[in-house]
Every structure is written in C-alpha cells, then in structure tokens.
C-alpha cells in the first residue's frame, strides 16, 4: 500500500471516528455542561453566600453606657473595612479625581477614627458613591460594599426580664426557634460589674473569634476607665488615655499587585488549560474507547481490515480523537470568550495580568506543542485499551487504573501550584512524559526554565515515538486475535512482535 493510500485510509478511519462521536448524545450535552455551568454558577454562587450579618442583642443591667460601647466598636471596624474596601476600589481603576482630599483616595495609612468621623461628616458611602460616579467612566464595574459581619439588635421582651438562669434558658429557647429575627449571640452584663468583671455570652453556634477579642478589648477598656475614675481620674481623661493610638502608615501593592494575588491571578489561564486538557482527553478517550468496543461487537472490524492497515486504523482513531477534543476546547473557549468580553468592565483588569504568562508567541507555540502532544499520548493508551478489549465491563478494568495514574498526580499538583509550591514532586512530575504536558502547562504562571521546557519537550515527544511503536504492535496483534483475552503475558509479547 503506498503513501497516499495510507494518508487517504488515515483520514477517512478520523472522519468516520468524528462522525461516530458527533452522533452521541452525551458529546453534545458535555459540549453545553461547561458553558452553561460558567453561565449560572454565579448566580448559584451568590444563592449559596450567607451576607446576613449576625444578630447580637446585648442587655447591660450595670447602669452604664457598655453595650453603647460595643455598638459604636463595631460600627467603626465595619466602617474601618468599608473605608479600607473603597480605596481599594478606587486606586484598582484610578478614580482619585472624584474627591483628591477624601480618605477614601488616600491609600498610605491605617484609617483611623478621625478618617472615619471626616467620612461619615462628609455624607459616607452614598456621598462618596455620588462623587465616584460622576467621573468613573463606562465599563468600570459600580462598588458593592459587604454587608456588616454583626447587626445589634434591642432585646426581646423575653431577656430583658429573665434573671439568673432563666436568662440563660430564655437565650437558648431564642436560638432553637425557628425565626429569622432571633439572635445569634446574646451578651448579659450583670448588675454587680464592674465590682463583679464577669461577662455571660450565650451564642448559637461557635462565635468568632475576632467577635470574643474586640468585645474583650473594649470591655477591658471601659473596665479600666471605671477603675481610673474610681481613683479620681475624670471619666474624659480615662477615655483620653484607653484611646490614644499611635498613627500607622500602611504601604502595600496596588489591588492586583501582591505576590500571593500576582501569583493566583497569573496561574489562572495555565491552570485551566491543564484543566481542560484533562477533562477533554477522560471524554474524549470514553467516547472513543465506546466507538472502539462496538465496532468489535459488530463485526465492523473484519471489513475495516481488509481495506486498511491497521496501524493506519489506529493512526485514524487518534487523528479523529484529538479533532474532536480540539473542537470541544474551541467551542469551550469561544464561550469563555465571550463571557469575557460580555463582563469585559468586571474582569478585564484579571483578564491582563492571567493572559500574561500565555502572550508571547514562544509561549503559545508550546501549549499547542505540549496540548497536542498530551493528547497523542493519553488518546495512545485508550486506543489500546479499545484493541484488547470486547464489552465496556472488560473496558473498565482497564480504564480505572490509567485514569487513577493520572489523576491522583494532577489534584496534587493543582494544589502544588495554587500554595506558590515548586518543590520535588513538581519537578519530578515535570520530568514524567504521562504528567508533563499537564504540569509543564500549569507551571507557566508561576514560571519554567526554558530548558526544562524544552528538554522536557523533547523527552515527551521521544516517548510519544516510542509508545506509537509499541501500541502500534499491540494494536495489530489485538486485532488479529479478536476474542481472545490476554493475560498480561500475553500483552507483554504483543508489545515484543514485530509486524509483518
């Protein structure tokens, strides 16, 4: 058989691979999963956020102004974040313009009381927000501030007439009802403080702990004052004394500009086309294992043998996997596509800084390299495991164990990759043709040498050269004795025949 009726016969097995799959329901609803999945996750992600703040009632039988004390804590720490979150906001998309003076475009320093009385003088948020928007241009997304962790609440009736253990009785009764308005953490100051320090707090679940320190701190503070007054210092200066705080001048990078966010931002694209080679090579690998199974239960095999080779048979089948994983990678990203460009106002300034490690025309010609490759190679073994096969059940038992092979690695170094890890196992892994496509691609974000990517390259695509050898042997050996099972014996002296 000459060259190109080898060619032709190569070709016509990939269009009738193509045509197989695209018949197959389950390559259409896959083909959507994903695009709808990016489509309503955010909304199933908002649904699933809890931004209720937790309900705190705070009964003071002491006769003094400490559950006002609290209050007004906690409302500075939120309107403390709220500051912090809108200059923030403000240097991301350069909006100092709306308000030079404001402390919200002021982004060198720890806001402190001051900042936050000048914030609130001056109209807070919604003010602010005013003075944004007249100059904020079109496509920058509008700030959303977070809700407050805590919301004070009057108490009910119930708690402000039980004593001793009945208090604690009525709290719990409060928290086991079924009602939306019920607290969630209860704070009782007895009669008797400050003479008796004891603070009670009653809460459903588990409080933060960050809620137990601050009500500490300013309890200690108001205890403190007490003691000073006691002695004949004014409750002014003692006030005067507990607040004094030294000015902290904050430097950090711009929103964006952290390593650890660096870091996270520019592995995001890389990490995703791990990702994708992943799950396109386990569907398409499937589909093609199934179409390989039938054609052997059919008989179809016998008349595709006596027309081509069959190493072109498998040459075919490879050619139709990857064509069909390389239109499902297409279709996937031009969604993404897009959903960017749809949103381009939100996530453009992440979408810079993620294409970075991938926009050099060196970079990209080694994802196609190291993509297809990884394709060829993983397709590879599902093509063996069509040959020696009969039914899906016998296709199974094979399956499994080269999937756990490489999956369990991936996950790791997944992870590896989001800690900012290029340990040992990273570096093995690199090295590892059946894992390299995967990791080399994941490491782009956080940076390869390119003689590791180069020489891991070249090892993976004198793998590849030596596997299409050796499964091609087992290929044709598989085929000429279809209905039998082979022992492992067996496979081994396939993978020793030479074809005739």
Not at 7 to 24: D, H, P
Not at 29 to 38: E, F, K, R
Not at 227 to 249: E, F, H, T, Y
Not at 469 to 491: H, N, Y
Request: net charge negative; proline share 6%.
């Amino acid at each position: 058989m000459n060259r190109a009726a080898s060619m032709n016969g190569i070709l016509l097995v990939a269009a009738r691979e193509i045509r197989q799959i695209l018949k197959m329901k389950s390559f259409w609803l896959t083909l959507l999963i994903l695009p709808v999945a990016l489509a309503i996750g955010p909304l199933f992600a908002e649904t699933l956020e809890d931004d209720e703040p937790t309900r705190v009632v705070v009964v003071d039988r002491s006769g003094g102004q400490t559950a006002d004390a609290l209050e007004a804590r906690f409302a500075a720490e939120d309107a403390q974040w709220l500051l912090r979150d809108l200059s923030r906001y403000v240097q991301r998309y350069d909006l100092e313009a709306a308000d030079p003076q404001a402390p919200w475009a002021q982004h060198d320093r720890w806001y402190t009381g001051a900042d936050i009385a000048a914030f609130e003088a001056a109209g807070g948020l919604d003010a602010a927000l005013a003075k944004i928007d007249a100059v904020r241009p079109e496509g920058v997304p509008e700030f959303e501030p977070d809700a407050p962790d805590y919301s004070f609440e009057p108490a009910p009736a119930e708690l402000a007439s039980a004593q001793g253990d009945a208090f604690g009785e009525a709290a719990r009764a409060l928290f086991d009802a079924d009602d939306d308005t019920a607290p969630e953490i209860v704070v009782l100051i007895g009669e008797s403080y400050p003479a008796d320090p004891r603070i009670q707090l009653f809460s459903a679940d588990q409080p933060r702990g960050s809620f137990v320190s601050t009500m500490q701190e300013v309890l200690t503070g108001d205890l403190r004052a007490r003691l000073l007054a006691s002695q004949g210092v004014s409750r002014a200066d003692a006030a005067a004394v507990q607040s004094a705080a030294p000015v902290i001048a904050v430097d950090t990078p711009p929103p964006g500009g952290g390593a650890r966010e660096t870091l996270l931002v520019r592995s995001i694209v890389p990490l995703a086309l791990a990702y994708i080679l992943m799950m396109s090579l386990m569907l398409s690998g499937s589909w093609m294992l199934q179409g390989s199974v039938e054609e052997r239960s059919n008989k179809l095999l016998e008349s595709l043998l006596a027309c081509i080779r069959p190493e072109d048979l498998m040459y075919g089948k490879l050619l139709g996997s990857l064509s069909v994983g390389l239109l499902m990678i297409l279709v996937w990203g031009a969604c993404a596509g897009a959903a960017a460009y749809a949103t381009q106002g939100a996530i453009s300034d992440m979408i810079r800084p993620a294409l970075e490690p991938v926009s050099s025309p060196g970079i990209i010609a080694a994802i196609l390299f190291f993509f297809i490759a990884g394709y060829i190679l993983i397709s590879a073994l599902f093509v063996a495991i069509g040959a020696m096969v009969d039914s899906m059940s016998e296709a199974q038992g094979y399956l499994m164990p080269v999937l756990l092979l490489i999956l369990l690695p991936i996950t790791f170094l997944i992870q590896a990759i989001l800690a900012g890890n290029s340990g040992w196992m990273v570096q093995v892994l690199t090295w590892v043709p059946l894992w390299t496509p995967f990791t080399v691609m994941a490491r782009l974000g956080m940076g390869i040498e390119w003689w590791e990517m180069v020489g891991s390259g070249i090892l993976l695509a004198a793998t590849i050269v030596l596997e299409l050898v050796l499964i091609g042997r087992l290929f044709r050996a598989s085929l000429l004795s279809t209905g039998q099972k082979p022992s492992l014996k067996k496979i081994v002296e396939r993978f020793r025949r030479t074809p005739a």
